[in-house]
């Protein structure tokens, strides 16, 4: 018999009981009146098995629901429990259970805070009873523990439970964000107390943020700074070409490094390593530049002083070598001469030793200029240069030096049309440095052999401690190589240290290397010493050589600034102011010859009458600089303070680094005697036009 049939017989059976007990409920009901009853009795017999049939249906839908909400609630990735007013534990989920590391079942009836670290105890204690009476809203961060005793950070929200008294709390593991924060927090001290000045610009290169020590190294303030574009620090000792360059490597390669020369507030200028670097977000494109820089101004000027007592070591060396030259051109131009009185009447003869005094004229004032250059006080000037030459040039200056008994060999396998970015007067002194080192180091060697070779490499050619700090992708590599005495593995460790040597007293101040390993780092360069003891040493500056398409980008940089010079010939009035009667007869015929007129004075003070008598005619103003009572820089302050725009050369047989003339503008310039006149004639060309150019935009 069936389940549904035994409930049926026993409600009979229960009804037939009850009917016999109780008389008053028994009614005698005719035949039509009880088929209607029982009619009655069959419907509502199905009614009720229709409505056991839905409870049933309803039963299991809230059964298969309550197992999918265990499920979730247990499964669910946030930790859920449930406490009453005591802090009891009434109900917890499986997540939550992991999080303390514990079984569900242990933990069930026990005081909550039990699992909270003893240092936080007292915090969720004392918010308990609010938490119970109003649990809506209310978080907290606590630290739990789990089994092993290990710290997670956890973040508590409340709301109502669904029993009285009762508060549900959910519980997200926040350790590893609070990892993150303190990494932050850690990252943002070390930037707030570096020594190093830090700032952070936007992609429109709007400043957003600074440090204290670039307050510090700028005297700016951070409010003052932050909306500012960094273009205000500029000190205007770079031209428009550095920063299109600097830019350039940025986009290119997301960062770069040098040295720039920078205002503070107050206005005094301050040099600085300056490194940059893009900021990228998580699609790959750029965010932020960062810019991390440290003054060193003191470091540069001691630097400077540094290369200058190297110099003064360098041309005691250099001086046998280059008088030995000098000597030997002014020899040819006393022997031309006494050939030119001898054959006077040999116009043809004559012609030829004038010829040859010309071009030892000009061989030996080139001489001199080299070794003004070298003797130089001068900023780092880095300047594209056509590599293959200039290094040829810097050999056959060095050479002189270098006894005859050492053997030299130069080999060059670069192209015609390599360009490095030099400063030439330190690439002299590095290479003189390294010469000098070598013949110190071959002295009483059999055989000394001094061998030089330059070559290009790219970086994955470079030696693999030498790669790890490149920054460049192509270099050009000059190898200076010795057969000499060589260093062993303590010297060498020390080799580029300052004042190290182990020379005797007197013979060098142990600033050779030293002054190459900083003279690399301005050029961006990187240097490799290699040397066995008794076999000699190799050593190899590696300068960053720009591929053509950054060849291309200088080149089109410099196109902008170039300008044509419109001719003028034949129709100008020159002042020529010189006391030195010979020289200055001599420009006025040079002058003549090409087509200008001259108007000649012999002293400063006759070349301002001469100016006011004539300054309707004249065009440009040729005055020596230095010249007893009144000088060049005199007569151009008077002439200027009448017509600023008024164009003068001054010219000077000293070092012109070394004068610092009052006057200056776009109508003055300086230039060096003796001077080749194709020179100071382009120069002269170039001056009227630019004045004629600055009078129209006057006019305009």
Not at 299 to 304: G, I, L, S, T
Request: charged share 25%; hydrophobic share 40%.
């Amino acid at each position: 018999m069936s389940e549904k049939s035994g409930r049926l017989e026993e409600l009979k059976s229960r009804a037939e009981k009850l009917l016999r007990e109780d008389p008053l409920r028994r009614q005698d009901f005719s035949q039509q009146e009880s088929s209607k009853l029982i009619h009655d009795m069959q419907v509502y017999h199905a009614e009720i098995e229709i409505q056991n049939e839905e409870l049933r249906d309803t039963q299991l839908r809230l059964q298969e629901a309550l197992k999918k909400f265990t499920d979730l609630y247990h499964h669910a990735p946030v930790g859920y429990f449930t406490i009453n007013h005591a802090g009891l534990l009434v109900e917890m989920n499986e997540t939550m259970a992991r999080v303390v590391g514990k079984p569900r079942d242990r933990l069930l009836k026990k005081p909550f805070y039990q699992l909270i670290h003893p240092d936080d105890q007292a915090i969720f204690l004392g918010k308990l009873k609010a938490l119970v009476a109003i649990p809506d809203g209310k978080q907290m961060e606590l630290r739990l523990l789990d089994q092993a005793g290990h710290v997670r950070f956890c973040l508590l929200k409340a709301a109502a439970g669904m029993l009285e008294n009762t508060v549900l709390i959910s519980v997200m593991d926040i350790s590893e964000r609070k990892k993150v924060e303190e990494k932050l927090k850690l990252s943002n001290k070390v930037v707030e107390t570096t020594g190093d000045g830090v700032l952070i610009t936007d992609i429109q290169g709007t400043v957003i943020n600074v440090n204290p020590s670039f307050c510090t190294a700028t005297g700016y303030e951070q409010h003052e700074i932050i909306g500012q574009n960094p273009r205000v620090l500029q000190s205007g000792k770079q031209s428009k070409h550095f920063y299109e360059k600097m830019w350039h490597d940025i986009n290119r390669y997301g960062s770069w490094q040098g040295i720039v020369w920078n205002k503070k507030k107050n206005g005094d200028l301050f040099a600085e390593h300056l490194t940059i670097n893009s900021i990228l977000d998580y699609r790959g494109k750029v965010e932020f530049y960062v810019g991390v820089f440290s003054d060193i101004t003191e470091q540069v000027r001691y630097e400077q002083h540094l290369r200058e007592v190297q110099k003064m070591e360098a041309v005691g060396t250099m001086a046998g070598g280059i008088a030995h030259d000098f000597n030997n051109m002014l020899a040819g131009i006393m022997s031309a001469t006494f050939l030119m009185k001898k054959h006077l009447a040999d116009a043809q003869f004559i012609t030829k030793k004038i010829d040859l005094i010309e071009s030892l004229g000009s061989s030996a004032a080139d001489l001199i200029q080299k070794l003004l250059a070298f003797a130089r006080k001068s900023p780092v000037d880095l300047r594209p240069i056509q590599a293959k030459s200039f290094v040829a040039d810097v050999i056959g200056m060095v050479q002189p030096s270098i006894p005859e008994s050492i053997k030299l060999s130069y080999q060059s396998d670069i192209s015609d049309h390599c360009e490095l970015n030099l400063d030439k007067t330190m690439f002299q002194q590095m290479v003189f440095n390294l010469a000098s080192n070598a013949v110190y180091a071959l002295d009483h060697r059999p055989d000394p052999t001094i061998s030089i070779r330059v070559h290009e490499v790219s970086v994955s050619d470079l030696p693999e401690h030498v790669r790890a700090h490149a920054v460049h992708e192509h270099y050009v590599a000059f190898a200076l190589q010795d057969n000499g005495c060589g260093m062993n593995k303590e010297t060498l460790r020390h080799a580029m240290e300052p004042f190290y040597t182990t020379k005797g007293v007197g013979k060098g101040t142990g600033l050779g290397l030293s002054m190459v390993l900083g003279g690399m780092q301005m050029h961006e360069g990187q240097v490799d010493v290699s040397s066995k003891q008794n076999e000699g040493t190799t050593i190899t500056l590696y300068f960053p050589f720009y591929s053509d398409a950054d060849q291309q980008f200088s080149k089109e940089i410099a196109l902008l600034s170039v300008q044509e010079v419109p001719q003028h010939y034949g129709k100008e009035f020159i002042l020529v102011v010189d006391d030195n009667d010979q020289l200055r007869e001599l420009m006025v015929e040079l002058l003549d010859s090409i087509g200008f007129h001259c108007i000649e004075a012999i002293n400063g003070a006759e070349g301002y009458r001469q100016y006011i008598k004539y300054r309707e005619k004249l065009s440009l103003l040729i005055t020596d600089l230095i010249m007893p009572k009144v000088g060049g820089t005199e007569l151009a302050t008077s002439i200027h303070a009448i017509d600023r725009d008024f164009p003068i050369i001054l010219l000077s047989g000293y070092d012109l680094n070394q004068i610092e003339p009052t006057v200056s503008g776009e109508a003055i310039q300086l230039m060096h005697k003796p001077f080749e006149p194709v020179e100071l004639v382009s120069r002269i060309e170039e001056m009227i036009a630019s004045r004629g150019k600055r009078n129209t935009s006057h006019i305009e």
